[in-house]
């Protein structure tokens, strides 16, 4: 077996965790690479229901090691209750658990920071999840970010926290927002800092050594394609890239070592936040849909907006990140016995257009072009074979094989990790 990367193809929220813990079974070490404590990837084993935001999905697999590439926004305070959260299940993660000297660090005023803009922008908001992202983002390409690697000396790294906390207090004063005391700023961020910080180390190095020892690795994105920073909905997306420019970035691995590309694909779309949504279906019909499949926020508990499936942002995901296999997650959800749009082109001003635009105002103003397909009204939870599937499922599936032109390999059939269709 290969190694592999899993990147979501839509908006976010695709059901990466349920795929990454599948497959990491047989996996040595799984990475984390972009994105923070922003992502909320489910993972139910055994009925039991566990949320990672930071933490790799990997984490509920004894034998692999977990690591927190580079790429990855690191806030310590949210690393060290999640890692509280695995202690109450039984999971001590951190002696299996790296994390990038070279990661960023996300600190208190980085949160604040995210809610004065979001707030100052009003109407024009991103809509993000209020977990520092942008900011932290932000300082790392502005040069003034603190890493993971200074906590270990903690005397310099709170000489420049205090310089940093001074520099944000000056953006929240001017937005009209509370400005931080630095007290609590050091006594908040410094003792998670310093529980981290034996685990801080080079993880490029473990990624190397790993792929020197024909170890099996797994790249495990965060958010979606459509929220990367260059291809997404911009401005309203991440401060990360989602795809698989950002696996190579954010880990330090050579781009012959990341294996097969598995794009998942819930069998609708969803999406939290704001920004343009060309299948978003009406507040009724949304509703049923967002009911049906649980789709509230992981990490906000926001309500998503729910859609049909779009083809041209799922093919536009496909061609941009080298898609081997795509894994369909959620295709329970659609056993209502009604008929299936799928959307195959959009059409903007007059003209067919196969690819979403750059500009969001002429993406909010295209219209989907559908195709009809049969719905089936069967309970598929328990089909475990492709061929138990009714025969509307299955040609729902081959349809989308069809137009991506890339093989559906798993197909989610329910929120269990056995609950799932290998091809
Ligand atoms: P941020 O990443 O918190 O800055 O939020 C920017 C945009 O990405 C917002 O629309 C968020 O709702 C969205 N977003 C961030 N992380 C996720 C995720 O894990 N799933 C779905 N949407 C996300």
Redesign the pocket.
Known sequence: MSNAVVLGLQ???EGKGKVIDLLSGSVDVVVRCQ?GA???HTVVVDGKKTILHLLPSGALHEGARCVIGNGVVVDPLALQSELADLDEAGVNLRPRLSVSDRAHLVLPYHKAL?AAREAARGAGK??????G??PTYQHKMARTGLRCGQVCDSESFRVALSKQVDAANQELAALGADTLALDTVLSEAMPACEAMAPMVCDTAAIVHEAVAADKRLMFEG???VL?DIDFGTYP????SNTGIGGVITGSGASHKDVGEVIGIVKAYTTR????PFVTELDEVAGKELRDRGGEY?A?TGRPRRCGWLDLVITSFACRLNGVDTIALTKLDVLSSGDDIDICVAYELDGARIDAPPASVEDLARAKPVYEKLQGWSEDITGCRNFEDLPVAAQEYVQYIEQQTGVKVGYIGVGPDREQTICR
């Open positions: 908006w976010g929220d994105g922003n992502a909320g995210d991103v809509g993000t999840t209020l977990r992202i942008g965060a958010q979606g929220l309203y997306v991440t401060s939290v936040g704001e920004g926020g990490t």
